[in-house]
């Protein structure tokens, strides 16, 4: 049974690092063809996808985010990792990790992690 688990910080000051890791079992974060996924929803929105690495190793960036992340993963403990730097109030939000499959044909999200709140506060 594919599993994901966030851990980290729940509070982080404004202008630092936020960094979370994503623990996946059940299932190597190498396999053909799945992608690993960072998302999150602040207060009163939506769902946002920050960006994701690839079973290659390779990543994507929402260029929305402005160059603030990086996603890197641990082969080795089946963990990937985000880090969102120079956070600011507005990054607030409950954080997702989450698997990006195709299933008929069709990319869906089949596999989260059940959230962690991350609230960015002096």
């Known amino acids: 049974q594919v599993q994901l688990q966030e851990s980290g910080p729940g509070l982080v000051k404004p202008s630092q690092t936020l960094s979370l890791t994503c623990t996946v079992s059940?299932?190597?974060?190498?396999?053909?063809?799945?992608?690993w996924t960072w998302l999150r929803q602040p207060p009163g929105k939506g769902l946002e996808r920050m960006g994701f690495i690839r079973y290659s190793g390779t990543t994507y960036y929402n260029p929305s985010l402005r160059g603030r992340t990086s996603i890197s993963r641990d082969t080795t403990k089946n963990q990937f990792t985000l880090r969102l730097n120079s956070v600011t109030p507005e990054d607030t939000a409950v954080y997702y990790c989450a698997r990006r499959g195709i299933i008929a044909g069709t990319s869906v999200y089949d596999y989260w992690g059940q959230g962690t709140q991350v609230t960015v506060s002096s």
């Open positions: 059940g299932v190597s974060i190498t396999t053909n063809y799945y992608y």
